[in-house]
């Protein structure tokens, strides 16, 4: 540990974080040779040292090893799973994984971890999915250490599953260390989309080691020989690479190597032709070999092998490694391996093809191992078929990245195998769709998109696969360019018009369903209901649920009518569904039950659909549809923590693309509650997702100018004069409502606007304003949650116009506000107040102020109640024996968490130690400290503590 000072200080600071609660994943770079194990294993040390009680240290390492290009899936994973296994026991890892699904999932990888409660018809469910669950639990009160080492070699579930897990895993007592050779990643390298990916999340950090300068080689040489060197010497020919120096020291006098490849080999050169041929033998098995291994593909009888290993352990070249052997440095191994002459290369491989496939066929290394051997050692043909098998393990075991490698693969050896189809059991079509299939499951739309269009250039006459990979073209062009190509669905259909197969009946359902999502009127009502009978005859669930589905969003959108669309909706629901499709059809319910403003059964159908996922083993795929869909619910009955948990869950879980919606939905939160400063920090924080979003979806620009507008409000009735940057907005939010494709956000758009007109005055460009409007609603069908935002909508008109105090009253008596969610229910109210406050009902004002000022806080909109306090205060109507809670009023609006942060601001905490406290980061909880002086009129945190103690709260 020369000159690492710096790195080493990195990752302990990482580890810190980790223990605090905010998991950081540290990716540790640099090329071969300088110490990146080395650095890992110190830090190990270290970490272990600074353990303070607040959680138990549990540390899992996984190596990557270097079967090929596409490796065993979760190769480095399932080293990690067996450390977490041995070292939290079976009980706890099956309490972790907390549903049978998990259990069934990881028994594939944690042997033992089954038990009798879970039954052998247990569905597995995603093996990402189970480990992430187990990695979230155990860290929950662990402070869990995952290392992985040489990420080059990673196989593409380990690489799909890390930038999982260093975007999702928040809150949790989590450190991921892993490392990578630096000099191996060209432009074509898997990993390298990977890393650009893993830079645009914040919770990584980067360490690049560099070389050591000649004052830290000599510090190097100093520490490793007690006879003097020439320092300056071995600083030139090692160039600062820590390995090397050791290997030059070594040398001693025996004078210095012509090449780089010598000086790697020079302890390998030192040995007997016994020991090279048995060296020689390790290194084509990779980084490790097993003792049995070696021995069935070693020439050499028992007796010589241990001698020949012995020697090859006492040269360091090798070194023991639980039941086998492993090199010192990858160096070594692919210095070795690139000494054997072809003709040994192709022995030595088909040995261990030939035993691997004999005696470890059932192994998940060895399956994919097996296939490399054989194309090393040049027999395409036994490749072909052990790439066959990797293929039917990998679909069996859920692992679409890898499953997509090995379909290419065999679409390359394809042309050079006799009978391949005969052998593979599909066709080469197929094998292009079943690539773009498994790239479109792993979000790769482009790589899916590549691969489809292969199967159609290959695909002249199988009527069905040809379909199959138009429709597969249809989607992945629509996701990737937002571009309908209709014409790909229609070429589809005609190929499968007349065929009686059943598998075409059920894709013919499924493409007409596609067809029905992007058209309106007759035509797409056509499209639905042949979807709808065509997967009805055919007899299949899953294509049924589907055409059901879209048929209610058909009836809910184009029609407009969600009253009428339950019906299809729960003729789905009634289906028996696998776990993914029964969350896509409670997704779509839970919706429309909201649009329909029954709000309580929305929330009750999400919680049962969400626990139903979590159980499933799906709640990081088709769950986090449902957790955003049940934040929704929640923050529309007024359960706001129970929404912010959700929705925090919906972000953290979602992928990239989608988490801009998630997004907004918090940052509404954060606006109706009076929390401006927090809102703000979010949307600074996520900027980029945010126009990441906009950007692949043009339509979302109208959502956030919603948001904008809502974020913008002043008090209803206040009469604020607007500023020109608020006109401008107020005219893009009323064109929203007008142009909308979809109905519930043109209606959503028309409430902001309306209160957007009655909390500010424009002059007498509102009147055009208040038409338009009114023209809008009356467009809108007496039916559904619709008449209630229509009235919303008119009596926000009524407000803004100036209308007298009777007309405004009797608009908000006609509003049937429990179709409403809860923050426009005491707009409403407030409404109401400020018109019977203008007519001389001054009591009841005052006891509907009063309900909004006591409940709007506790129902996540603190922003209307501190409006009922202003209005109220205003008005006079709590003086005498209420005078007391005016004062307390601004304190009685906060937020409970505001409240919470302006308790621990009473007990004399520092912001750091309100963020341990509460589990937030300090500049959090600075920004909730600023925003609390400012709403209560504190100038300090001392005349903050003053006013809360004596509000008796």
């Known amino acids: 540990m020369i000159g690492r000072r710096a790195e080493l200080d990195t990752l302990l600071d990482a580890f810190d974080e980790g223990r605090t609660g905010h998991p950081r994943t540290v990716i540790v770079r640099g090329e071969a040779g300088i110490g990146k194990t080395r650095l890992v294993q110190e830090f190990l040390t270290a970490a272990a040292l600074r353990r303070d009680g607040d959680a138990p240290l549990v540390v899992a390492i996984g190596q990557c090893v270097d079967l090929g290009p596409i490796g065993a899936p979760f190769g480095p994973i399932r080293r990690v799973l067996r450390d977490l296994h041995t070292a939290v026991g079976t009980e706890a890892l099956r309490a972790a994984a907390g549903s049978p699904a998990v259990i069934a999932t990881l028994a594939a990888l944690v042997p033992g971890i089954a038990d009798d409660a879970v039954g052998g018809d247990q569905r597995p469910g995603e093996f990402a999915e189970a480990i992430e669950v187990l990695l979230e639990s155990l860290s929950a009160d662990r402070h869990v250490v995952v290392v992985i080492e040489d990420l080059q070699w990673a196989d593409a579930a380990t690489l799909a599953l890390l930038k999982t897990l260093a975007s999702t895993l928040r809150g949790r007592h989590l450190t991921i260390a892993a490392t990578y050779r630096s000099d191996d990643i060209d432009r074509f390298h898997p990993l390298r989309p990977v890393l650009a990916e893993l ?35 071995l600083a030139e020919r090692s160039g600062g690479i820590p390995f090397l120096v050791e290997e030059l020291v070594d040398l001693g006098d025996r004078g210095l190597p012509d090449t780089l490849r010598e000086l790697v080999l020079a302890r390998y050169s030192r040995l007997s032709d016994e020991g090279q041929e048995t060296v020689r033998a390790m290194a084509a098995g990779g980084m490790h070999t097993d003792h ?32 086998g052997y492993a090199f010192r440095h990858a160096l070594t191994q692919e210095a070795v391996h690139a000494e ?22 059932d192994s998940p290394d060895a399956i994919s191992a097996i296939a490399e051997h054989w194309l090393a050692a040049r027999d395409l043909t036994a490749a072909f078929d052990a790439t066959v098998a990797a293929l039917a393990h990998s679909q069996t075991g859920f692992s679409p990245a890898t499953s997509a490698k090995l379909a290419e693969r065999l679409t390359e050896l394809w042309d050079q195998v006799p009978d391949a189809a005969t052998r593979a059991g599909t066709t080469l079509p197929q094998l292009h769709l079943e690539a773009a299939q498994a790239w479109h499951d792993l979000g790769d739309t482009e790589r899916a998109l590549r691969s489809a269009n292969e199967g159609l250039a290959v695909c002249p006459d199988d009527p069905l696969t040809r379909a199959g990979l138009l429709r597969q073209r249809f989607v992945e062009v629509y996701n990737t360019e937002h571009r309908n190509r209709r014409d790909d669905l229609l070429a589809a259909i005609a190929l499968l018009e007349e065929s009686e197969d059943p598998r075409a009946r059920v894709l013919l359902s499924r493409i007409l369903s596609n067809l029905a999502i992007g058209e309106h009127g007759e035509e797409a009502a056509e ?34 009518d969600p009253p009428r669309a339950l019906e299809p909706i729960e003729r789905a629901a009634a289906l028996t569904l696998d776990p993914a499709l029964r969350a896509y059809v409670a997704v779509a ?96 924080s996520e900027r980029a997702t945010i126009e990441e979003s906009v950007r692949a979806n043009p339509e ?83 039916r559904g949650a ?85 209005l109220a205060e205003q008005a006079g109507l709590w003086a005498g024996s209420a005078g007391s809670a005016i004062g307390d009023s601004t304190i009685a609006a906060l937020t409970p968490r505001e409240r919470q942060v302006l308790e621990l601001v009473a007990e004399g905490l520092t912001n750091p130690q309100i963020g341990r406290r509460l589990y937030i980061s300090p500049k959090t909880a600075s920004v909730h400290v600023s925003a609390i002086l400012a709403k209560i009129g504190a100038s300090n945190r001392a005349e903050a503590a003053a006013l809360f103690a004596a509000s008796g709260i």
Do not use: C
């Open 589 to 684: 319910h839970v919706d429309l039950l909201q649009r329909l403003g029954r709000y309580d059964e929305a929330v009750r159908l999400g919680q049962l659909h969400h626990a139903d996922a979590v159980r499933a083993g799906i709640e990081r795929g088709s769950g986090t549809s449902i957790a955003f869909s049940l934040a929704r619910a929640l923050f529309s009955v007024g359960r706001p923590d129970e929404g912010l948990t959700f929705a925090r869950r919906a972000h953290r879980l979602s992928e990239r693309g989608s988490r801009g919606s998630v997004l907004r939905l918090i940052a509404m939160h954060y606006a109706w509650n009076d929390e401006a400063g927090v809102r703000t920090a979010l949307i600074a």
């Open 527 to 560: 499209h639905a209901a042949r979807a709808i009978g065509i997967a009805e005859e055919a007899g299949d669930a899953a294509a049924l649920a589907v055409a059901l589905t879209i048929e209610s969003w058909r009836i809910a959108d184009d029609d407009d």
């Open 199 to 233: 830079d645009r999340t914040r919770a990584i950090i980067r360490i690049e080691i560099g070389r050591l300068s000649p004052d830290e080689v000599a510090e190097q040489v100093a520490q490793l020989a007690a006879d003097a060197r020439d320092v300056e010497a």
């Open 340 to 361: 054997m002459l072809p003709s040994e290369r192709v022995r030595v491989h088909r040995r261990y093809a030939e035993f691997l496939a004999s005696d470890r066929r």
């Open 292 to 323: 049995d291994v070696l021995v069935a593909v070693s020439a050499l009888d028992d007796h010589a092998l241990d001698l020949a290993v012995r020697e090859a352990i006492d040269a360091r070249v090798v070194l023991a490694d639980g039941a």
């Open 700 to 782: 979302k620009h109208g959502s956030w100018a919603i948001d904008r507008a809502d974020a913008s409000l002043t008090r209803p009735g206040g009469g604020v004069p607007r500023l020109p940057g608020d006109d401008e907005l107020l005219d893009d939010v009323l064109t929203v409502a007008q142009q909308a494709s979809s109905p519930q956000i043109g209606r959503y758009a028309a409430l902001t606007a309306s209160m957007m007109l009655a909390s500010s005055d424009g002059g007498s460009a509102d009147d055009e304003r208040r038409t338009r409007l009114r023209a809008v609603t009356d467009t809108w069908p007496q």
């Open 786 to 870: 619709a008449p209630a935002f229509a009235a919303f909508v008119r009596a926000m008109v009524t407000m803004s116009s100036g209308a007298p105090a009777a007309e405004r009253i009797a608009a908000w008596r006609a509003l049937d506000s429990d179709l409403l969610p809860i923050w426009h229910r005491h707009i409403a109210s407030l409404g109401l107040a400020d018109a019977l406050i203008d007519s001389g009902g001054r009591d009841e004002a005052a006891a509907i102020l009063e309900r909004v000022r006591d409940e709007a806080s506790v129902h996540g909109t603190a922003r209307v109640a501190r409006w009922a306090a202003d």
